[in-house]
């Protein structure tokens, strides 16, 4: 198809970028570690990583990981907050051959036991904060070896201070009991940087399994190789050219978890590649305390999401942070919401640029362009290298102005969802293009702006949640009788679930259901709404109709 939108491209960012530019992810590192060596990479809360350390601790942590007889393509999934262990842990896994799992640290135990035994993973790399969990699970998993990680691990005299204001996450550090699990200090101290034997990490070896929901609501990892991530770094790099600058190296604002695709690509390695420095912010629940990082700290960037910036902006101490270097602000996970992007804007004297990804696509998609000077109310245009097309229910392109499926093609597309072809099957067009299930519409200059959701997904706060889990979890509550789940218009995460539920307990309350949901869905997953019903529309053939209590839930 015609790629209308090259027209829009700001002069000096190229049509198609180089996905091979780099062999592998340790590749890029370890030329960003010669590169910029004595530069600072990581700061958390006081502490900070240059990239020499970095490239010294990782080593240690793939040369220990190799010792324990962890082979090219084993899974270790890494399970912490933005902490300084993270980078250093998934640099580890990768330069070791391995593959990162990477791991919500708030997940519940039914959560995280899926996850461990569906992508067989082998090791876990835990901060103790949420080790509890693990002990839970270990028995029913693969797992052979733990590593349970402290915040003073890599902090020194400062660790008390900061695992103390980490700890608040959740309020106090459960008790666990793992007695064969390794401490994380202990495995980087023990092993030495030149026992790593060298590991063949090619473009085609998986990288990532990054854990997403799927048709059927199970959460299943899409396989994200070497090249998928290196492919977008390097556009997104070619795309932030004009607000890319060696001799001013962005320090960038990290509150965004790590875990997740966006933070992952766009901060963590994205940085790596440009010698730039991620700012982690553990809790950026806590606002008050996010405030008072950034005004402790020197910045150029930051990434967030429309419930973030709002947060932020409406707090009484905003005004009282220095902008004064703040170069660039983007946005994805969610719609951006104009009043939001205005008053940000209005404060701090940059727009934010929203973008469009997904777990699937490495993440990036689309964003407006770096030159932008205000907030245009769509995702932006495809990046190079990237084709966009919107299509019809029967796959066939449609033109500018019609609303349709959103499909991707491009080097960051994944190669499939690990060990489930049947679901990969149904995402992926006979011509190789992705179909993401959003639904869109492109106008004439090639920007996209997203209008509806063909899957049944709700998105909250930038996280996907899928209705089934949530029904599953539910039904087993003794005393429903069936349910449904669909997503509500919330103004502070932008969509909740809410649960449709029939009693066969008439005894049953809504109590009774929050306290069942707590125990066995992350909070983001977790009905804020619920309403018993004598019993719910169906179809001539029993299926419930999902979209009229969809549409109810609307009224």
């Keep these: 198809m015609e790629r209308i939108w090259l027209a829009q491209y700001p002069d000096g960012v190229p049509p198609v970028i180089d996905p091979n530019a780099y062999r592998s992810i340790p590749h890029l590192m370890e030329q960003s570690a010669s590169k910029f060596r004595h530069r600072e990479a990581y700061r958390c809360m006081g502490a900070s990583l240059s990239f020499g350390d970095v490239d010294d601790?990782?080593?240690?942590?793939?040369?220990?990981?190799?010792?324990?007889?962890?082979?090219?393509?084993?899974?270790?999934?890494?399970?912490?907050?933005?902490?300084?262990?993270?980078?250093?842990?998934?640099?580890?896994?990768?330069?070791?051959?391995?593959?990162?799992?990477?791991v919500n640290p708030l997940y519940t135990s039914r959560e995280?036991?899926?996850?461990?035994?569906?992508?067989?993973?082998?090791?876990?790399?835990?901060?103790?904060?949420f080790a509890a969990t693990v002990q839970q699970v270990i028995g029913r998993t693969r797992v052979r070896h733990v590593v349970v990680a402290t915040m003073g691990d890599l902090l020194g005299p400062k660790g008390l201070l900061v695992n103390f204001a980490v700890r608040r996450l959740k309020k106090l550090v459960p008790p666990f009991r793992l007695p064969d699990a390794t401490s994380f200090k202990a495995m980087v101290a023990k092993s030495a940087p030149d026992s790593l034997a060298a590991v063949d990490v090619g473009p085609?070896?998986?990288?990532?399994?990054?854990?997403?929901?799927?048709?059927?609501?199970?959460?299943?990892?899409?396989?994200?190789?070497?090249?998928?991530?290196?492919?977008?770094?390097?556009?997104?790099?070619a795309w932030l050219a004009p607000l890319i600058d060696e001799r001013n190296p962005h320090v960038i604002v990290t509150p965004l978890p790590l875990y997740h695709i966006y933070s992952l690509t766009c901060n963590c390695l994205m940085m790596m590649k440009e010698g730039g420095c991620n700012l982690l912010i553990p809790n950026p629940r806590d606002i008050p305390g996010f405030i008072k990082?950034?005004?402790?700290?020197?910045?150029?960037?930051?990434?967030?999401?429309?419930?973030?910036?709002?947060?932020?902006?409406?707090?009484?101490?905003?005004?009282?942070?220095?902008?004064?270097?703040?170069?660039?602000?983007?946005?994805?996970?969610?719609?951006?919401?104009?009043?939001?992007?205005?008053?940000?804007?209005?404060?701090?004297?940059?727009?934010?640029?929203?973008?469009?990804?997904?777990?699937?696509?490495?993440?990036?998609?689309?964003?407006?362009?770096?030159?932008?000077?205000?907030?245009?109310?769509?995702?932006?245009?495809?990046?190079?290298?990237?084709?966009?097309?919107?299509?019809?229910?029967?796959?066939?392109?449609?033109?500018?102005?019609?609303?349709?499926?959103?499909?991707?093609?491009?080097?960051?597309?994944?190669?499939?969802?690990?060990?489930?072809?049947?679901?990969?099957?149904?995402?992926?067009?006979?011509?190789?293009?992705?179909?993401?299930?959003?639904?869109?519409?492109?106008?004439?200059r090639g920007y996209v702006k997203i209008v509806d959701r063909k899957k049944d997904m709700i998105l909250v706060s930038g996280f996907n949640v899928y209705p089934s889990e949530i029904e599953e979890v539910v039904s087993a509550c003794p005393g429903v009788g069936e349910c449904?789940?669909?997503?509500?218009?919330?103004?502070?995460?932008?969509?909740?679930?809410?649960?449709?539920?029939?009693?066969?307990?008439?005894?049953?309350?809504?109590?009774?259901?929050?306290e069942y949901c707590r125990k066995n869905l992350t909070a983001y997953k977790q009905p804020r709404h619920f309403e018993f019903r004598t019993e719910l529309p169906k179809s001539n053939v029993g299926k419930i109709l999902r979209r009229t209590l969809r549409d109810e839930a609307k009224q």
């Design 57 to 102: 601790l990782s080593r240690r942590v793939a040369a220990w990981l190799q010792s324990k007889g962890l082979a090219k393509g084993a899974r270790v999934a890494v399970m912490m907050p933005n902490v300084l262990q993270y980078p250093v842990s998934i640099f580890g896994v990768l330069r070791a051959g391995c593959i990162v799992v990477n």
């Design 204 to 237: 085609e070896d998986i990288a990532f399994l990054q854990y997403t929901g799927g048709t059927t609501g199970v959460s299943k990892g899409a396989m994200l190789v070497h090249r998928n991530i290196i492919a977008n770094l390097e556009q997104v790099s």
């Design 484 to 514: 449904c789940a669909v997503g509500v218009i919330d103004a502070k995460s932008g969509e909740v679930p809410k649960i449709f539920v029939v009693r066969k307990d008439p005894a049953l309350g809504e109590k009774e259901l929050i």
């Design 112 to 129: 995280l036991e899926h996850q461990l035994n569906d992508s067989g993973a082998e090791a876990i790399i835990v901060l103790e904060n």
């Design 293 to 444: 990082e950034l005004r402790r700290n020197r910045f150029t960037a930051i990434t967030g999401l429309n419930t973030l910036y709002n947060a932020l902006i409406h707090h009484p101490e905003f005004a009282s942070i220095d902008f004064s270097e703040l170069r660039m602000a983007s946005a994805g996970g969610m719609a951006m919401q104009k009043p939001v992007a205005d008053r940000w804007q209005e404060l701090t004297g940059v727009p934010i640029l929203e973008g469009y990804g997904l777990s699937e696509t490495a993440p990036v998609v689309t964003s407006n362009p770096a030159t932008a000077t205000g907030f245009s109310g769509t995702i932006g245009l495809p990046v190079p290298s990237t084709t966009v097309s919107i299509r019809d229910d029967e796959g066939l392109p449609l033109p500018p102005g019609q609303a349709g499926e959103i499909c991707v093609a491009g080097p960051q597309v994944m190669t499939g969802y690990w060990q489930r072809p049947d679901e990969t099957a149904q995402v992926m067009a006979a011509d190789g293009a992705f179909m993401t299930g959003d639904i869109g519409v492109m106008d004439e």
